[in-house]
């Protein structure tokens, strides 16, 4: 059963969260445990309500309240928990694009775990907030097999729900010799097979790739291809095998290393806070020991660190 770690609070009023919300950040030092208390525990769909409750009464955006008085790494926690998914897929792409460096790793993370409908909506969201292409943009600001396997996600044409057994073999030979002969050709074969084949039909090819070679097509991918390529391949295959697994895994390599690096850790928690955010937990627990909630604490600290924790939403016995 797949599970986040947020969900609708009960006895919702918009009203009075958007009054407390106003008495937190209207006041002589803003009071962050107000904030988190609010914003943490109310779902998306809560907090755009709580919003438009809060220029009702105050005729001022939320948003922008938040970002005049927080700072830092905090401020990016409260603020990104204020955009609908499909908007803060969006913002956090157009930063990876436009920012001094492209953010590979973000692009990687976002496009080769998202459905159809999930790229269709954050592509209308990327235009609406910022008039641009998102395509287009990725067209221009990368480079390569790379830009070309994340043009081929940004399209959204993955098959849904279709599997067919009697063609699995012949995709894994393909896959097998893409990774043997690395031609600009199976390049484009390879990536053609993992960004377009269904989730079920990705499942039985890698299963027949393991038969043919001997070989996972993890190993083979790394032993073969090499950069941000290689990296987005093996992220596509880990998302086709478990999701929450992928994002445990780019927890702990954010956190441990990468020396705690803030955006991805927050990145994650806030995409996955209503999807799969409590799997993501499991995962990372069963896989690395320690819990997602005792990492973060030994890493983060003060209200940045509550925020944190609270969308983790961590039971006493993790830490």
């Avoid at 927050?266 to 806070?273: D, N, T, V, Y």
Wanted: aromatic share 10%; charged share 25%; with cysteine.
């Amino acid at each position: 059963q797949i599970q986040g770690t947020i969900f609708p609070a009960p006895n919702f009023n918009p009203i009075m969260d958007a009054q407390l919300l106003g008495g937190a950040l209207q006041g002589i030092s803003c009071e962050k445990d107000v904030l988190i208390d609010i914003l943490t525990q109310r779902c998306n769909s809560q907090r755009l309500m709580i919003a438009e409750a809060y220029r009702d009464m105050y005729g001022r955006d939320l948003i922008m309240d938040l970002k005049e008085n927080l700072s830092h790494h905090f401020k990016e926690v409260m603020v990104g928990l204020m955009y609908p998914p499909a908007s803060y897929d969006a913002h956090e792409l157009w930063h990876a694009l436009k920012g001094v460096d492209t953010e590979e790793k973000c692009l990687i993370d976002i496009l080769a775990s998202r459905s159809n409908t999930e790229i269709f909506q954050m592509k209308e969201a990327y235009l609406m907030q910022y008039n641009n292409d998102l395509q287009q943009d990725i067209d221009s600001e990368t480079s390569g097999h790379f830009r070309d396997t994340l043009m081929n996600l940004a399209q959204g044409t993955r098959m849904e729900v279709y599997a067919d057994p009697s063609t699995a073999a012949q995709d894994a030979m393909i896959l097998w010799e893409a990774c043997q002969r690395k031609t600009g050709e199976h390049k484009n074969m390879l990536q053609m097979i993992l960004c377009n084949k269904s989730y079920q039909q990705l499942w039985m090819v890698f299963q027949e790739f393991q038969n043919i070679s001997g070989q996972d097509i993890v190993d083979a991918i790394n032993e073969c291809y090499d950069g941000y390529f290689q990296e987005l391949l093996v992220a596509i295959v880990l998302c086709v095998r478990d999701k929450p697994s992928y994002f445990a895994y780019r927890l702990y390599n954010a956190i441990h290393d990468c020396g705690f690096h803030n955006k991805t850790v927050i990145r994650i928690l806030i995409a996955r806070s209503e999807i799969d955010l409590m799997n993501i937990r499991q995962r990372y627990k069963e896989r690395y020991g320690k819990s997602l909630f005792h990492d973060i604490k030994h890493f983060a600290s003060g209200h940045y660190e509550s925020a944190l924790l609270a969308i983790c939403a961590g039971d006493a016995e993790d830490y």
